[in-house]
């Protein structure tokens, strides 16, 4: 039996958290000038827990849950059909690379599944690297690539050129840390950890 985050967030009490939200539209981020610091968009089902796992890594900043790879306009989270979950992470290329940041994700996700991810299923849960250069496109494939020859198996996870990435509502930025009971009961009910263990072996 799947079960879906929804239900699991009522479980956990997010409910509360949601229902006494102001609903409002996400905004269109806007580049900013910051030396050598780069942006890099994932989408690898549920934003909270690709925010956790990539502020993990030395080199990447504040990452942002938003929604991106649809045409509807002000997503939100009632409300962002055809578009997918996603972060943009900032880094310091100096310090981790495209390439080593777009490894690490594909290897923290289910890049088998086509889907959704782990319980939460559908659309909206699919995974994507969503480059923003020609640079980021070969490093991706190319990540892509190695990760299918290390699993011999084929990855669903595609590269995308990415058109606008639209930040999530206030309450889901850094949901992981303002919230770490309900956070660790979500993950730890959805699979998430079981089944990119199962995956990759580790």
Not at 78 to 91: K, L, Q, R, S
Not at 176 to 183: E, G
């Amino acid at each position: 039996m799947k079960i879906q985050r929804s239900i699991l967030t009522v479980i956990a009490g997010v409910f509360v958290l949601a229902a006494g939200a102001t609903s409002q539209a996400a905004q269109e981020t806007v580049p900013t000038d910051n030396g050598r610091i780069e942006t890099a968009v994932f989408a690898g089902g549920c934003f909270w827990c690709v925010e956790a796992d990539l502020e993990k890594l030395d080199g990447v900043g504040d990452v942002v849950s938003g929604y991106s790879g649809g045409d509807l306009q002000n997503p939100t989270y009632g409300n962002h059909e055809g578009h997918i979950e996603v972060v943009e992470a900032p880094y310091d290329p100096d310090v981790i690379s495209y390439r080593e940041l777009t490894d690490y994700f594909l290897r923290h996700i289910d890049v088998l599944d086509d889907g959704g991810q782990f319980c939460d299923r559908g659309h909206a849960y699919t995974t994507a690297i969503f480059y923003n250069s020609e640079d980021q496109r070969k490093n991706a494939e190319a990540a892509i690539s190695a990760a299918e020859a290390e699993l011999g198996k084929s990855v669903v996870t595609p590269a995308r050129a990415l058109d606008k990435f639209w930040i999530a509502e206030d309450y889901h930025q850094d949901y992981y840390k303002k919230n770490k009971l309900r956070y660790r009961y979500y993950r730890t009910s959805c699979g998430r950890d079981r089944r990119v263990n199962a995956v990759w072996g580790k």
